[in-house]
């Protein structure tokens, strides 16, 4: 693969391999990767000149959000969540340039019976509209259910999001129904688009 995006160094490990070697996915010319806090200054950022392209959509952002010592909290959660196996987040990086994009993370994970998890994702707005998410939301579900053994992945969108709407059915989720004030989007209670997609019958028919 060209560039830098090796395992070794997206995980800063030196000797013994990263500590997640299966969580670096490829998809064409984007890489998928665990955040680490090498990321901060590119995610701040990212996420600061994209904050009114993302904040019609997503929970009130903390005071502190955007700081470094919260970015260093955000780090320990996720690993503590894979470890866990509770949740599985990712950067989202174009290879050529190591560009950050955006995140998806599957979180929820819950085994047993349910095999179940959740999608949720964002994208910098420089980068919306050029493909990049549907790749890696395809990518991530292919994993999610080939390798990782779930049956049902899930995912919500406010009902006025069509960019959501159409990512989410082209990349073969189903709409299920509505959820009433299902989650606190830019201070309030919003109704949400519940969908889902589930393991196929027959081997590789993932879209």
Known sequence: MKGRFTPLRLFGVDAGGPRWPNLVLTAGALVLRPPELDDYPRWARLREESRSFLAPWEPPWPEDDLTRAAFRRRI????????????????????????????ITLGNVRRGA?????????????????????????????????????????????????????????????????ARAYLNIAGRRRDHLLFALTAPETPHALP
Not at 78 to 102: N, S, V
Not at 157 to 167: D, G, K, R
Request: with cysteine.
């Open 76 to 103: 320990k959660r996720y690993q503590l969540e894979i470890d866990r196996d509770e949740a599985y987040p990712f950067f989202l990086f174009r290879a050529g340039d190591e560009q950050l994009l955006g995140g």
């Open 114 to 178: 349910a095999q179940a998890g959740t999608i949720g994702y964002w994208m910098g707005q420089q980068h919306a509209g050029h493909g990049y998410m549907g790749i890696a939301l395809r990518r991530l579900c292919r994993h999610a259910i080939e390798v990782m053994g779930l049956s049902r992945i899930e995912a919500s969108c406010l009902p006025e999001n069509a960019v959501s709407i159409h990512l989410l059915e082209k990349a073969g989720f189903e709409r299920e129904g509505i």
